[in-house]
């Protein structure tokens, strides 16, 4: 999925640079007209929506990863 983001993200950063004024891709989070790199937006992506992508994708294993029954979750 992070990669599929990945790619649709950079598909945008292409089209960016193809505008009249082409948003820069350095200084961001500090400068405000700027995008981030790839690497920097997915990092962001991840960290803001790993917990609840874990919570909404295993609501069924959450009970077998607290009773210690690990490896039947993870199967």
Same mark, same amino acid.
């Given at each position: 999925?992070?990669?599929? =983001?990945?790619?649709?993200? /950079?598909? !945008?950063?292409?089209?960016?640079?193809?505008?009249? #004024?082409?948003? @820069?891709?350095?200084?961001?989070?500090?400068? =405000?007209?700027?995008?981030? /790199?790839? !690497?920097?937006?997915?990092?962001?992506?991840?960290? #803001?929506?790993? @917990?609840?992508?874990?919570?909404?994708?295993?609501?069924?294993?959450?009970?077998?990863?607290?009773?210690?029954?690990?490896?039947?979750?993870?199967?």
């Amino acid at each position: 999925m992070f990669d599929a =983001v990945a790619l649709a993200y /950079q598909d !945008y950063l292409t089209k960016t640079a193809g505008f009249a #004024e082409p948003v @820069p891709l350095e200084g961001w989070p500090k400068q =405000v007209k700027t995008l981030p /790199q790839v !690497y920097e937006f997915i990092y962001k992506v991840r960290f #803001e929506t790993g @917990p609840e992508l874990l919570r909404v994708m295993l609501p069924t294993q959450r009970g077998l990863i607290e009773s210690g029954d690990l490896k039947c979750a993870l199967s």
